[in-house]
């Protein structure tokens, strides 16, 4: 299905909340980068994908009447192997049903670790679509490391957005660190800016986290709101 197919299916069904396997494929339909994101219906479905994927896993609600996941206990992280994978499924699952008795489980690799960052796209009433790039984990949460452009956004515009950050030499390499792949993240950046203006009913996007490794980057989180 291709991103007009989805994000037409989703406004069909009255939703704006987009799962966040919908999203990701939404990504990969604009070539950005993603870890894979496989749904699971029952505890046997998670155990077999998770064998198909490789440990560790990792394992999500899906639910669109839960966005925040992690804050509800709907994520299980690093699981070795089917004893875990079948624990985290019932006790996510449980938490999950009080609140939505339809939710279900994504089951996902685990990524190795690297430099996070987030990228998100909010409407503003009078500007439009603007485009946020920071460093993540505390540097958002506590430092406010963010920068923002109006959509849409080239290459120089990315880089510029990346550089203008306060800690952008944790990411050009830091203490004998090689350097992040900073282009990659131009890249998502670009491809980003291309989605928003190609759709416009995308009303936000968050991107958290995005992972730049020495050679490229990957979005481990996504969520998406269509507009009203």
Do not use: W
């Amino acid at each position: 299905m291709n991103v007009a197919e989805l994000l037409a299916e989703a406004r069909a069904a009255g939703r704006r909340y987009l799962c966040e396997d919908e999203v990701k494929e939404i990504l990969g339909g604009m070539g950005i980068p993603a870890t894979s994101c496989r749904l699971a219906h029952n505890e046997e479905e998670a155990v077999e994908l998770a064998r198909e994927l490789g440990y560790p896993v990792v394992l999500k609600v899906r639910s669109p009447l839960i966005a925040h996941k992690s804050d509800t206990g709907g994520v299980a992280l690093n699981l070795a192997d089917s004893r875990q994978v079948r624990l985290a499924y019932r006790e996510i699952m449980a938490r999950a049903t009080a609140v939505d008795p339809a939710a279900a489980v994504t089951v996902q690799p685990m990524a190795s670790p690297g430099r996070e960052m987030i990228i998100g796209v909010t409407t503003d009433r009078q500007f439009g679509p603007v485009l946020m790039c920071g460093l993540g984990g505390v540097f958002t949460e506590i430092l406010g490391d963010v920068s923002f452009r109006l959509i849409p956004v080239n290459s120089d515009v990315a880089r510029n957005m990346i550089r203008s950050l306060r800690g952008y030499r944790l990411l050009a390499g830091y203490r004998g660190a090689p350097p992040a792949d900073e282009e990659a993240l131009v890249n998502i950046l670009v491809k980003v800016s291309e989605l928003v203006a190609t759709y416009p009913q995308i009303r936000e996007l968050d991107l958290n986290p995005v992972v730049v490794y020495d050679r490229g980057a990957l979005v481990l989180d996504a969520r998406l709101i269509l507009a009203g």
